[in-house]
């Protein structure tokens, strides 16, 4: 266990130790919300109509951009505010395994098992260490089932508050953390009628209350950003990816933790695995989205661990090693023993990928600076990362949101298509050669511009650079052809007040 232990707390800490050095976004959401918290820390909205400027979306709840901002308006940049949350929330996460399977047990060798899968898990570890709201809101969703845990033990009324209390905050964090919350209703009103009707009643009713106040205060945008907006198409490859990546990194976990499938089905295990199968029903609902990242899977990692860890107990794990029993239990010493060393090979890949990732945007953004910075002009970029480091979170068009919104009837293409048509930018950065590659060809969960804007930019936009970088092959950089500003893209450029 000490080994385990001190294995899972070396390669973890790769993943903090890269994320403590990265200059850049270590994914695109991560700039992009922190580039909506400085526009936020300016006064700015946080929520936009979706037909007009700027056309980009904040889909998550108001929790995470609201820290951001207020460390920046304290000095701090935003993307570091965001990890040191992430990473408070990941350490929050896995106590809160350790009393969840404690309350359920009274074992803390168990308890220490259950926490000790979470934090050797390197998907839940590489969501921990960047600032994305997911950490935020499973934080929350576990001290929801920690509570209710407690509730369930001692039968304290102030439990019960507390446990709805993190269940808003959660889906305030992130919307699609609702298997906590779905769960925990489910069982109280099992457990006990009349106390489950005073929940679920009270609870709905000042969720839907405080979502009313926030669109309100937002101008009625915070429903059309968060709700609205995130509807992404769906996709079975996206799904099939999704579904791959679970079984190999957590094979073993999902193993050991059905290896206590009888119980699931007692009055003991019965919150543990409903809590579960809720996780499961949401990331086969959510994960299959055009653009979903591993991050869908993370609730589920914190279920799987719980359930694991009190599998075990049920089956009498520790003694029955100890006793050197000749029975099958003990031989789930090998798919622990896999868990743990195969994410810890993936703990060093993540952070090999991740800081290799950096130095590579570290040469890109050299070459692109001058194309981006302030006194450049107007300009549309499908990387928001550079936008956010030379132009403090400055951004008109973020093209594959604008992209699914237009595509879906949601948002009017006409404010950037006539923008595009008269030349009113002074700089777009694409991933593709629009003359050599027909909007058919380009992969629709890439982010692009809609097919009528890409041939608009092929009739008035010339590529004067590629620069090469880690995504995509890098960034095709184009600009008016009546303009002449490759050398110095400063000399002509125009105002940048918006349209």
């Known amino acids: 266990m000490q080994v385990a232990t001190a294995a899972v707390a070396l390669f973890g800490g790769l993943q903090l130790l890269v994320a403590v050095l990265a200059r850049h976004g ?3 959401v991560e700039s992009i919300i922190a580039t909506h918290a400085m526009m936020l820390s300016r006064g700015e909205s946080l929520y936009w109509n979706l037909d007009q400027y700027p056309f980009t979306i904040s889909p998550y709840g108001p929790i995470l951009y609201s820290l951001e901002a207020l460390g920046v308006l ?25 009393r969840i399977v404690l309350v359920h047990t009274a074992d803390r060798r168990y308890a220490w098992t259950g926490a000790l899968l979470a934090a050797g898990t390197s998907n839940l570890v590489s969501w921990g260490v960047i600032g994305q709201s997911d950490m935020t809101a ?5 001290a929801a089932v920690e509570r209710y845990s407690v509730w369930r033990r001692d039968r304290r009324g102030a439990d019960l508050v507390w446990c709805g209390l993190w269940i808003a905050l959660s889906i305030f964090s992130k919307q699609s953390f609702l298997a906590a919350g779905a769960a925990i209703s489910l069982m109280v009103l099992l457990d006990d009628r009349k106390t489950g009707l005073r929940f679920v009643g009270g609870l709905a009713p000042a969720g839907v209350a405080a979502a009313l106040g926030v669109n309100w205060i937002t101008g009625g945008y915070y429903f059309d950003n968060a709700i609205l907006a995130n509807l ?14 679970l079984v190999n990194a957590c094979g073993a976990l ?20 409903a809590w579960l199968l809720a996780a499961l029903a949401v990331f086969l609902l959510t994960a299959p989205k055009v653009g979903s990242d591993l991050n869908y899977q993370i609730e589920l990692v914190a ?4 359930c694991a860890g009190w599998a075990l107990w049920r089956l009498d794990f520790f003694d029955k090693v100890i006793a050197q029993d000749k029975g099958l239990v003990p031989l789930l010493q090998i798919p622990l023993l896999l868990h743990i060393v195969l994410n810890c090979a993936v703990d060093v890949r993540h952070a090999g990928v991740r800081y290799m990732r950096d130095q590579e945007r570290r040469t890109q953004f050299a070459q692109l600076e001058r194309w ?17 480091l030379a132009r403090e979170g400055r951004i008109e068009v973020e093209p594959l949101i604008f992209s699914f919104l237009v595509e879906a009837g949601v948002a009017d293409p006409e404010p950037v298509l ?23 060809e380009i992969d629709t969960g890439a982010p692009r511009l809609p097919p009528e804007h890409m041939q608009v930019v092929r009739e008035n936009y010339r590529l004067v650079e590629h620069v090469p970088g880690p995504l995509m092959g890098g960034i095709y950089v184009y600009q008016p052809k009546h303009a002449d500003r490759e050398s110095d893209p400063g000399l002509t450029a125009r105002s940048q007040s918006k349209p």
């Not at 499973?138 to 576990?142: I, K, R, V």
């Not at 079975?236 to 990816?241: A, C, D, N, T």
Request: glycine fraction near 6%; avoid cysteine; aromatic fraction near 12%.
């Open 232 to 245: 992404n198409p769906f996709s079975w490859e996206v799904l099939g990816i999704q579904l791959q990546y």
């Open 372 to 388: 981006v910075k302030p006194e450049a002009g107007r300009v549309v970029s499908v990387e928001i990362d550079p936008l956010l």
């Open 74 to 98: 304290a000095g701090a940049e935003p993307m570091a505010v965001g990890r040191v949350v992430s990473f408070l929330a990941l350490l929050a996460t896995v106590w809160l395994v350790y």
């Open 26 to 28: 270590m994914t695109e």
């Open 254 to 273: 999902i193993f050991v933790a059905a290896a206590g499938w009888r119980g699931a089905f007692s009055k003991e295990g019965r919150p543990l695995y």
């Open 418 to 440: 006539s923008d595009l048509k008269q030349s009113a930018f002074d700089a777009l950065l694409l991933y593709h050669d629009v003359n050599k590659t027909p909007s058919s």
């Open 138 to 142: 499973l934080a929350f969703s576990t």
């Open 303 to 306: 279920a799987l661990s719980v």
